[in-house]
């Protein structure tokens, strides 16, 4: 297997500190990650958003999880443009995020003028009900918001669109 190979099989496998269930890889943060011919290793991350709590713990478990799998030189670049967006999130990942209870992003948001067009009907990620009602524009995290299922009655995090 080629090293480079051998990073990315790495970087799959370091968890988002916030949602356990994702990886930064299936967040979409992760927007490069080179091998120089030195062996040198260079990975550039894009947050969230600005001034998410979570940024400086991926960059520590970047680090430490390259160095654990045998990669001396380690160096993690900030990434802010493009913007990260919740497009990049893999399909994965959203599957994820269903499974572990939070509706994923309801729509692209391939132009910013989307992101203040009403937020669409979001499906309960329990019961796949339409019929919910947003509680909270923020929810456990700044990138959530809070819902509740007027089907099932359970509350769920909704992850929003950036």
Known sequence: MSASRRVWEVLQ???DPEIPVLTIVDLGIVRHADLDADGAV????????SGCPATA???TSVLQALH???FDRVEVQDVLAPAWTSDWITEDGRRKLREYGIAPPAHSVTSVRQIWQPTP???CPRCDSHDTTRVSEFGSTPCKAHYR???CLEPFD???CH
């Open 57 to 59: 713990v991926i960059r």
């Open 149 to 151: 299922c007027n089907s």
């Open 121 to 123: 009907e979001i499906a």
């Open 158 to 160: 909704y992850f929003k």
């Open 68 to 70: 654990q799998a045998g």
């Open 13 to 15: 496998r370091v968890p």
């Open 42 to 49: 260079r990975v550039g991350l894009s947050p969230t958003y």
